[in-house]
């Protein structure tokens, strides 16, 4: 919802600029529709999926961490993978309740769907190989543990700075605007001769298209993390 708020209120900046930058009514119309239109489609879409993406591969980065401990102190699958639930909680909780007919091993494979992480896979094997053969469960699970805790501590890290980017980039873009609409009243004799020029407002409906288009791109690299062990839907 926050999401939404925001880029309508993007695209209603952008038709008011684009209008006071050529005076074209028509024109502005279009730039507020497509930056609408592409926000709430395409880029409010985008950052769910990647904050769906990030938040399961924190619950899986929990669970594995939290069963690997329970199995430790106590090795009873159902008991272990019970406790494992409700101290992840949330949407994981709420995708159990309905697995309640099913073994602890049925719900580890079906939460495979649920998350669809290839670490989670992983684990799902080695909890087998530890259920068939027995020994240290912490140390069975130990390396893929230190290996998600490496990517839990990259994706904070990574959040931290796409937040930084985020602040640049939206500068850049405040900079450009404010720019457009000073020229307008610093050269007003000027800007009298060629606002009604086609030419002109071609050109600055071309520029933002062509913000709407790198807005786009800065989301599309800011919602993906090319970590091993989370996989991306196409």
């Known amino acids: 919802m926050k999401n939404s708020i925001i880029l309508c209120l993007i695209a209603l900046i952008m038709g008011i600029v684009c209008y006071v930058s050529i005076g074209n009514i028509l024109f502005s119309i279009i730039i507020f529709l497509l930056a609408l239109i592409d926000g709430l489609f395409l880029i409010d879409k985008s950052l769910k999926k990647f904050a769906l993406r990030i938040l399961k591969y ?7 961490s939290n069963m690997s401990i329970s199995l430790s102190i106590n090795p009873s699958l159902i008991s272990a993978y019970d406790n494992t639930i409700k101290m992840v909680g949330g949407p994981l909780e709420e995708e159990n309740s309905s697995l ?7 719900k580890l494979d079906y939460l495979k ?5 290839k670490d989670f896979d992983v684990f799902c094997d080695l909890l ?3 259920n068939e053969n027995g020994g240290d469960i912490l140390k069975t699970t130990d390396y893929l543990l230190c290996q998600m805790r490496e990517r839990e501590e990259y994706i904070s890290y990574s959040q931290n700075a796409q937040k930084s980017k985020t602040i640049e ?3 850049l873009w405040i900079v450009c605007y404010a720019i457009l609409i000073a020229l307008k009243f610093a050269l007003t004799n000027y800007y009298a001769k060629i606002s009604s020029q086609i030419l002109y407002q071609i050109s600055i409906f071309a520029f933002f298209i062509f913000s709407i288009l790198s807005i786009n791109i800065f989301i599309s690299k800011i919602c993906h993390l090319d970590i091993e062990g989370i996989e991306y839907e196409k």
């Open 58 to 64: 924190q619950e899986c980065y929990q669970f594995v």
């Open 100 to 106: 309640s007919d099913m073994d602890p091993m049925e």
């Open 113 to 117: 769907q649920y998350f669809s992480l």
């Open 128 to 130: 087998k190989s530890w």
């Open 169 to 171: 980039f939206s500068i």
